[in-house]
């Protein structure tokens, strides 16, 4: 399936975060949270960023805009690495105007395959890092003009087999996403989500070649634009942190698919 856009066809950025600081999570040398911090970056925002290994490659590309790197070797489901992470930020930039919790795992086979082990991993770091890293940024949150940006997916609004426990971590962090927005709005801090459809990662292309093709015709099916890439995902998360989404809080915005689209019925489990 071809990606859904062109780079030819991308507007240059304009420099939407100049004197911000974003603190990503999950920001690896490929993927979703990486392509968010080069976005940010290159928009004129200092990256923070926590993630198990040091993604060297990354911090090579978002310290030639020159606006500030710092990165945490830590777990998000692990309160001491949190913390760290949020100490780390501050004491380099002093503040934290951006926070995306982007951190993420999934595994795909039917419910009674899991062990206890592995369905309590999928909610630890799906769901309650990005709880643990929002209540410990929280305190040092520009307000007002602060936002949290959630990583959600598809399957949280929408169920497929074989991803019960993931689409369960999804859906939850929607749920954050929607309560959260009320109980910040006084405070002018914004909370939005994203919910991507199936996009061009590390975590996707370990299914596509065990895919038979009806199970292909299908994922084809509810993608009417294509298969996503990481920087469609981080266009979109640009575009809600930035002050053009100023009015938007509480939405989890649906990328590359909509209800109507149906998702696929076919096996993607182990």
Request: net charge neutral; aromatic share 6%; charged share 20%.
């Given at each position: 399936?071809?990606?859904?856009?062109?780079?030819?066809?991308h507007?240059?950025?304009?420099?939407?975060?100049?004197?911000?600081?974003?603190?990503?999570?999950?920001?690896?040398?490929?993927?979703?949270?990486?392509?968010?911090?080069?976005r940010?970056?290159?928009?004129?925002?200092?990256?923070?960023?926590?993630?198990?290994?040091?993604?060297?490659?990354?911090?090579?590309?978002?310290?030639?805009?020159?606006?500030?790197?710092?990165?945490?070797?830590?777990?998000?489901?692990?309160?001491?690495?949190?913390k760290?992470?949020?100490?780390d930020?501050?004491?380099?930039?002093?503040?934290?105007?951006?926070?995306?919790?982007?951190?993420?795992v999934?595994?795909a086979?039917?419910?009674?395959?899991?062990?206890?082990?592995?369905?309590?991993q999928?909610?630890?770091?799906?769901?309650?890092?990005?709880?643990?890293?929002t209540?410990?940024?929280?305190?040092?949150?520009?307000?007002?003009?602060?936002?949290?940006?959630?990583?959600?997916?598809?399957?949280?609004?929408?169920?497929?087999?074989?991803?019960?426990?993931?689409?369960?971590?999804?859906?939850?962090?929607?749920?954050?996403?929607?309560?959260?927005?009320?109980?910040?709005?006084?405070?002018?801090?914004?909370?939005?989500?994203?919910?991507?459809?199936?996009?061009?990662?590390?975590?996707?292309?370990?299914?596509?070649?065990?895919?038979?093709?009806?199970?292909?015709?299908?994922?084809?099916?509810?993608?009417?634009l294509?298969?996503?890439?990481?920087?469609?995902?981080?266009?979109?998360?640009?575009?809600?942190?930035?002050a053009?989404?100023?009015?938007?809080?509480?939405?989890?915005?649906?990328?590359?698919?909509?209800?109507?689209?149906?998702?696929?019925?076919?096996?993607?489990?182990?």
């Amino acid at each position: 399936m071809k990606p859904a856009t062109d780079p030819s066809t991308h507007i240059a950025e304009s420099p939407r975060f100049v004197g911000k600081v974003a603190l990503i999570t999950g920001a690896s040398d490929r993927g979703i949270g990486g392509e968010i911090a080069v976005r940010l970056a290159r928009e004129g925002a200092a990256v923070s960023l926590i993630s198990r290994s040091v993604p060297q490659r990354l911090l090579k590309k978002v310290n030639r805009f020159e606006h500030g790197a710092v990165h945490t070797a830590g777990d998000v489901t692990k309160s001491a690495d949190v913390k760290r992470a949020i100490d780390d930020c501050m004491g380099e930039f002093g503040k934290i105007d951006i926070v995306v919790n982007n951190a993420g795992v999934e595994m795909a086979r039917s419910i009674d395959k899991f062990t206890d082990d592995e369905w309590r991993q999928l909610i630890e770091i799906n769901l309650s890092g990005a709880i643990s890293v929002t209540r410990a940024a929280l305190p040092y949150l520009s307000s007002p003009g602060g936002v949290i940006v959630n990583i959600a997916s598809a399957l949280g609004l929408g169920g497929c087999p074989g991803f019960s426990v993931y689409s369960a971590t999804k859906a939850g962090l929607i749920g954050f996403t929607q309560s959260l927005a009320w109980e910040l709005a006084p405070k002018n801090i914004r909370v939005v989500a994203v919910a991507p459809g199936l996009v061009h990662t590390p975590m996707i292309h370990k299914h596509i070649d065990q895919l038979t093709p009806e199970i292909w015709a299908k994922i084809e099916a509810c993608h009417p634009l294509g298969m996503g890439r990481p920087d469609d995902v981080a266009a979109a998360v640009a575009f809600l942190a930035s002050a053009d989404a100023r009015w938007i809080t509480g939405i989890t915005l649906p990328l590359g698919w909509a209800h109507h689209y149906p998702l696929p019925t076919g096996q993607m489990m182990e």
